[in-house]
Antibody, heavy 123, light 109 residues
Framework: EVQLVESGGGLVKPGASLKLSCVAS????????MSWVRQTPGKTMEWIGD????????NYAPSLKNRFTISRDNAKSTLYLQMSNVRSEDTATYYC????????????????WGPGTMVTVSS | DIVLTQSPALAVSLGQRATISCKTN??????????MHWYQQKPGQQPKLLIY???NLASGIPARFSGRGSGTDFTLTIDPVEADDTATYYC????????FGGGTKLELK
């Protein structure tokens, strides 16, 4: 059974940094592209970015690429999201998602989602 | 950016058909595929994939769900609607990066 479990969320002050993690199980993590998606309290869904199965390439939403960094450790089956200089508008639930990938080719839809971790940015 | 527009809410009766629309401001077709996907999200849960590439049913999803469309106009149909289908439905394009619609909340009359 595919499982994705995020952690690292919480209350953080504006301007601070935060690193989220997502532990994957039930599939060969190193065969899949992975993504982060967030959902605001108003329920707006926003794609943050993707990372290639071997960690050699990343895509980001243009509005976030200067502050967010996605990385992975395939030996630990873990995906990361480093957030810097956080703002109140970064308050959201952050989801780790698996990109449907076949023969290492990503089809850019999300076939499994973790339960999410909540990040609240407030002073 | 490709913008996806969904109606905010829809109310249908049990056993009837629900049709949820998603319109884009740019064509999301590419080399024979429509890069449009649909998700269901129930309160307090993560989204779940329903339909991929406009019309393909994801694994484990009942055949009551179907998707169609191409270019800039897409629909998700649930027929017949069951009580368990009350949820918010999101469309997502992947023709150019990835963006989501605002979601359509399906309620029962």
């Amino acid at each position: 059974e595919v499982q994705l479990v995020e952690s690292g969320g919480g209350l953080v002050k504006p301007g601070a940094s935060l690193k989220l993690s997502c532990v994957a199980s039930g599939f060969t993590f190193s065969d899949y592209w992975m993504s982060w998606v967030r959902q605001t309290p108003g329920k707006t869904m926003e794609w943050i970015g993707d990372i290639k199965y071997d960690g050699s390439y990343t895509n980001y939403a243009p509005s976030l690429k200067n502050r967010f960094t996605i990385s992975r450790d395939n030996a630990k089956s873990t995906l990361y999201l480093q957030m810097s200089n956080v703002r109140s508008e970064d308050t959201a639930t952050y989801y780790c998602t698996r990109v449907y990938t076949t023969d290492y080719y990503p089809y850019w839809y999300f076939d499994f989602w973790g339960p999410g971790t909540m990040v609240t940015v407030s002073s | 950016d490709i913008v996806l527009t969904q109606s905010p809410a829809l109310a249908v009766s049990l056993g009837q058909r629900a049709t949820i629309s998603c319109k884009t401001n740019q064509n999301v077709d590419y080399y024979g595929n429509s890069y449009m996907h649909w998700y269901q999200q129930k309160p307090g849960q993560q989204p779940k994939l329903l339909i991929y590439l406009a019309s393909n049913l994801a694994s484990g999803i009942p055949a009551r769900f179907s998707g169609r469309g191409s270019g800039t106009d897409f629909t998700l149909t649930i027929d017949p609607v069951e009580a368990d289908d009350t949820a918010t439905y999101y469309c997502q394009q992947s023709r150019n990066l990835r963006t989501f619609g605002g979601g359509t909340k399906l309620e029962l009359k």
